[in-house]
Structure formats: C-alpha cells, structure tokens
C-alpha cells in the first residue's frame, strides 16, 4: 500500500532563506509526482509535476526533485518570501484502476516571516 | 481557461438534509474527481469519472454519498441525509489523461452540518 510521508510537518524561517521540503513514498511505482500549494481556506495549486522518467523540475524560485529508488522528492525554495507561507502537499500518482490514483501526503505548513 | 469551478463555496445545513455540491471542470478534460479534505483524514478520494462514467467509487462513505456526471461540463454530489461528521471541505478536480495528467483544483465547498 502507497503511504506519503511529509516532513516537517510545520516550518517557520525567516525571509530570504533557502529550504528544503521533504516527501517521502513507499512504492517506486509511480506515474508521477506532483506539487501542490494551499492557502488556508482555498483549493490547490500545481507548483510541479515531475513524471516518473524525470529527475526535477523547476519553476522560477521553485525546483523540485525525485528519485524514485529511494522513494524521496525535494522541494527546493529559493529566497523564501513571506507571500511563500502556505501549506505545501506532495503527491504520488499511483496505478490504479483503468488509470491512476494520487496519495496525498499530509503536507508541511510554511511560514516565512518578515 | 476559468479554471475548475465549484459551487457552492460554503454551506452551512442542518443534520438530515440534503446536500449538493456542483462542479464544472475544465474544458477539455476528460478525468473528473471528487475528493473531501479533513484535518483528522487529510485528503481522500471519493469518486472519479472518465468521459462521464463512474470508474471508482470505492472511496465514496456510505450509500448517503452519490455523484453524477451527466455530460463532460458538469458533476454533482450529493449527500443525502447529511451527517455532522460530513462536515469537511470538498474539492473536485479535474486532469486531461489520467496516467500522466496534471491534476487541477477547485477552490472547494465548505461543508457545515450542524
């Protein structure tokens, strides 16, 4: 059974550091892994989507790694900005069913302060 | 594109009545989710459609819960009698291809049953 692990599960640095949120999985069998920012009270947004045969992605501050032996995906943020506090969620796209099925992780709340 | 739009965005009922949450994904997509977010559970998948057919439903709670996908524009859900413990935020989401798709969200429902 594919379990997502986030962690930490709440982090708080002050701006214009650079971090690193980590993900991690337990089956290598994935179709891709993807991104997600929420802000309290709104939907997801993608940040990045990673497919199975890729090693990283990046967009603009943002870049985001996987290696799929391992089970592990880094998010990279650089220059943290106070607008970057959010909850972050990671998620694994799994084989399932005539296609596929995301696991979502339990996400890492980011603050950035001033 | 507008985007995934749900609606309502918040709702607030008494215990016993029936709820109906709507969806419109977005255009061109062929994969339609419904998932419920909660603290306790985090996010769960509850049902998705491709091309309008039910393909999963084995997340959906109980028989109270039922979705509909009557034509490639527009999904319902709907709680029939609501249950405080229903209360949850509920998002639907929409991708193109459900293997490597990029999934997109809505902005939610906020479901209160008092």
Known sequence: KQEVTQIPAALSVPEGENLVLNCSFTDSAIYNLQWFRQDPGKGLTSLLLIQSSQREQTSGRLNASLDKSSGRSTLYIAASQPGDSATYLCAVKIFYNQGGKLIFGQGTELSVKP | DAGVIQSPRHEVTEMG????????PISGHDYLFWYRQTMMRGLELLIYFNNNVPIDDSGMPEDRFS???????????????????????YFCASSHGQGTGELFFGEGSRLTVL
């Open chain 2, 17 to 24: 009545q029936e709820v109906t949450l709507r969806c419109k």
């Open chain 2, 67 to 89: 979705a509909k996908m009557p034509n490639a524009s527009f999904s319902t859900l709907k709680i029939q009698p609501s249950e405080p413990r229903d209360s949850a935020v």
